[in-house]
């Protein structure tokens, strides 16, 4: 289980021990810009002996002041397969597991696609480690079928599993592309597990009983990887309970006070589906 960097504190020090204080295995975050920061990462994840995922986002512009990950559509499939590499070899030196990268754009054409995802694919084969695509919105793997017939056009492309996305993008419980879902669970790597509904990528708060059904139904999704994950034989599965403020946790109106206590989700995520997983696989 893995503590992200957008659920704690920005700083470093901090975020390290939040994520030892709340028995987290590692970190999933964005790559230090400075040299001087991914040092410092990089020593404080062999201090404590932590587990590091590193993460990409591409096309953006990394100096807005706003919505600073949305991809801009002037930027080419060239700057994304730079932002992509910077991070793949940033990744390498840091010692990460793998890299989770938000990439490619939801405009782009099927062509524009299997060209961005082939030369992605080349890099990471390159690179020597490996490379996670999430399903995310405004980004080439926003919906259910556009992801589908890319996992079938590259058989090595590999998934980080965030549902809650599609959730929304679809305006319903994803159960209806069951055959999906288990093409998807064939290539996850990894998973993202916030719960969304219909009309939100993140439920306010999965404790409460009126998001009984959209909790079991992202459990049960997540628990559609594990077998397979099983069935392949992996000796690791990773999570990370990306529960997040900026626009996904509901506030009040006016005084924008969170709905929930954000700190208290993630950790009871965490908790519940490490007690999940040990019931089905000790």
């Not at 700083?11 to 991914?38: A, C, H, M, V, Y």
């Not at 990950?69 to 002037?74: K, L």
């Not at 890299?99 to 524009?112: A, E, I, K, R």
């Not at 206590?261 to 950790?267: P, T």
Request: with cysteine.
């Amino acid at each position: 289980m893995l503590r992200s960097f957008w659920s704690g504190s920005s700083n470093l020090d901090e975020w390290i021990q939040q994520t030892l204080r709340d028995g987290f295995d590692g970190l999933e975050g964005p790559i230090p810009k400075t040299s001087e920061q991914r040092c410092k990462l990089r020593e404080k994840l062999n201090e404590h002996r932590l587990v590091y995922v590193a993460e990409a986002t591409t096309g953006v512009d990394g100096d807005a002041t706003k919505d600073w990950w949305i991809p801009r559509r002037e930027f080419t499939i060239q700057n994304h397969l730079d932002d992509l590499r910077w991070s793949v070899e940033h990744a390498v030196q840091l010692g990460a597991m793998f890299v989770s990268t938000m990439c490619g754009y939801d405009g782009w054409s099927w062509q524009q696609n299997v060209e961005f995802f082939g030369k992605a694919l080349a890099l990471e084969k390159e690179a020597g480690i490996a490379i996670s695509f999430e399903t995310h919105r405004s980004r080439s793997l926003f919906n259910p079928w556009i992801t589908r017939d890319l996992l079938l056009e590259f058989p090595s492309m590999k998934l980080t599993c965030d549902f809650s996305h599609w959730c929304v993008v679809c305006e319903r419980l994803i159960d209806t592309e069951w055959d999906v879902l288990e093409l998807c669970a064939q290539r996850a790597l990894h998973i993202h597990c916030r719960v969304g509904y219909a009309q939100h990528a993140q439920v306010s708060d999965p404790r409460a009983p009126e998001y009984t059904q959209a909790l079991e139904a992202h459990e049960k999704w997540w628990d559609l990887i594990w077998r397979n994950q099983a069935q392949q034989c992996m000796s690791e599965t990773t999570m990370t309970p990306e529960f997040l403020h900026d626009g996904y946790m509901q506030t009040l109106p006016f005084s924008q006070v969170p709905v929930a206590n954000l700190g208290e989700i993630v950790c009871w995520m965490t908790q519940r589906q490490r007690q999940r997983f040990a019931k089905q696989y000790g």
